[in-house]
């Protein structure tokens, strides 16, 4: 890293998307008078008897749950996605389009615990949150072009209920940020004749700098074109295409590395680290995909603190994303936190 370069405003991009962001690591010193988020820690019971997630707990239109011992899937009782009974298509010259969309919608039960994350779970509760992720893959694919597996995680971004659990959507079509995704890697290939990612993370090991956790399984960075302050991403260390794909040493990996990240995030202002995250793997097709590198993007919220948020308005909406702290200086912040959760220190 030229420290000279980067410590003045610069741009990045990022060559998974081909878009550009601007970096002002000058601005980490401004005031801070705007809107302070609740950072409060709240304690929740092991069961509570409203949640409709709870073992044996009855859902908002009657279902009622099984007594789950560890993961618990149902299809999302209001559904985004559907089954379409007849494909159409309409376009008015070129300025009124629309087309019909299949596809469904689930909902995973991470635990039957109420009161716990992802962070604070064991490592075999985890693997088994990477089992029903590779088992759902697997099963939707066989349907639909695209599986998007995702979590978001905590009040601040949006979750309706504090149980732990996260989603999965399939559909017949391509969203729009794999789609650059998908448009990116196969350029690469074609241009470089390596894998983009598989490139990326080799270099990234070499250079030692945005590195948040490793194993032999995987890597976990923040990527040197981030966005949000303290995101990062989670790659497999071999060519792997999709979550269906994985075997049980990067299963085990996975949940490893998983707690590593989650419990360094938790620590960082220990609050319960909120975020958005979810899968990125080779869409379903019959064309070639050796160009996809299965990933997982983990977009956190916070900037300076637990109740410190970070917002795309402005410039980011009309011009550019932008940040502050430079993603070296994020990965550090990240990678120096303790491994024991800081739940368990208070003990």
């Known amino acids: ?10 741009r990045r991009r990022n060559p998974l998307t081909g878009e550009w962001l601007l970096l002002s690591p000058q601005r980490t010193q401004r005031p801070w008078q705007g809107k302070v988020e609740d950072g409060t820690v709240r304690l ?9 997630l709870c073992p044996g707990n009855t859902r908002m239109q009657g279902q009622v749950n ?3 011992p560890y993961t618990y899937v149902f ?3 209001f559904s985004a996605l559907n089954d379409c009974a007849k494909y159409w298509k309409c376009d008015e010259d070129g300025l009124f389009q629309s087309e019909s969309s ?20 064991d490592h075999l509760a985890l693997t088994k949150v990477v089992e029903v992720w590779k088992s759902q893959t697997a099963e939707l694919e066989q349907k639909y072009r695209w599986v998007q597996v995702f979590e978001n995680k905590g009040e601040i971004m949006g979750c309706s209920n504090p149980h732990p659990h996260g989603q999965i959507w399939a559909s017949d079509f391509i969203p729009q940020e794999p789609a650059k995704e998908e448009k990116c890697q196969a350029e ?4 470089y004749g390596r894998n983009l990612l598989l490139t990326y993370i080799e270099k990234e090991l070499e250079k030692d700098e945005r590195i948040v956790a490793v194993n032999e399984q995987w890597v976990c960075l923040v990527p040197y074109w981030a966005i949000w302050p ?4 989670l790659v497999p260390r071999r060519h792997t295409l999709r979550m269906s794909g994985i075997d049980a040493a990067q299963r085990d990996g996975l949940a490893a590395i998983m707690k590593e990240l989650l419990v360094r995030y938790d620590n960082l202002f220990n609050t319960s680290f909120p975020y958005s995250m979810g899968w990125h793997g080779a869409p379903m097709g019959d064309g070639d995909s050796d160009h996809w590198q299965l990933h997982a993007h983990y977009y956190p919220p916070l900037l300076r603190s637990a109740d410190i948020k970070k917002f795309m308005v402005g410039y980011e909406m009309l011009g550019c994303p932008q940040r502050d702290i430079l993603p070296e200086q994020a990965a550090e912040m990240i990678r120096s936190q303790s491994l024991i959760h800081y739940k368990q220190l208070k003990e």
């Open 66 to 68: 099984p007594d789950y």
């Open 44 to 52: 929740r019971p092991e069961h509570d008897e409203g949640c409709y």
């Open 102 to 121: 299949d596809g469904t919608c689930r909902v995973i039960c991470f635990s039957r615990r109420h009161d716990l994350t992802l962070a604070e779970m």
């Open 230 to 233: 303290f995101e990062t991403l």
């Open 188 to 191: 690469y290939l074609q241009q």
């Open 1 to 10: 890293m030229n420290m000279q370069h980067d410590a003045k405003p610069h």
């Open 75 to 77: 299809d999302n009782d």
